[in-house]
């Protein structure tokens, strides 16, 4: 049986400071040391490295992007799976969701919506229970709550 050496040797966790410092990307970083992103990520977190700025500051540069490269990954996405599911005119339901049919977790049927309703762990919590079409998690009316094109570039801008 081989014997495995250490991924972290005092000289790549050098290399790992001193391109840190350099300003290098988790990637760049990897490439050269010849170990994983995630591995220097985990190694930067348990060493307490991390870049300059706030949260608040690097979604203010965030923020500051074309709003054209903001939408882009959502469009992307929405049309990879357009191109994959097919284009659909709209959705089909436009009805107020009927809330009759709410269950518990251990009513919960194969095709029935799994729309969690209230706060997990709160005395009114339940599930829609309304009829899920076959292959589907959700009632058509929280479908159209659940899967907006769109959704996550309002998400990433706020």
């Known amino acids: 049986m081989p014997v495995l050496s250490p991924t972290w040797t005092n000289d790549r966790i050098e290399l790992l400071k001193r391109h840190f ?27 307490n490295l991390t870049r300059g700025g706030s ?12 709003a054209r490269a903001r939408r882009a990954v959502p469009r992307l996405q929405y049309e990879m799976l357009a191109t994959i599911y097919g284009e659909t005119e ?14 518990s977790l251990l009513e919960l049927g194969e095709n029935r919506c799994r729309w969690p309703i209230s706060t997990p762990g709160a005395e009114d919590f339940c599930f829609c229970g309304n009829t899920a079409p076959e292959g589907h998690s959700y009632c058509a009316g929280h479908s159209r709550l659940a899967y907006r094109p769109n959704s996550r570039a309002r998400v990433m801008r706020g």
Request: hydrophobic fraction near 40%; charged fraction near 30%; proline fraction near 6%.
């Open 55 to 66: 949260s608040d500051e690097r979604k203010l540069e965030r923020s500051f992007a074309p």
């Open 90 to 103: 709209g959705p089909a339901v436009t009805a107020p969701i009927d809330d009759a049919n709410r269950c």
């Open 21 to 47: 410092e350099a300003g290098l990307s988790c990637r760049e970083i990897a490439a050269d040391i010849g170990v994983s992103r995630n591995a220097v990520i985990g190694k930067l977190s348990r060493l």
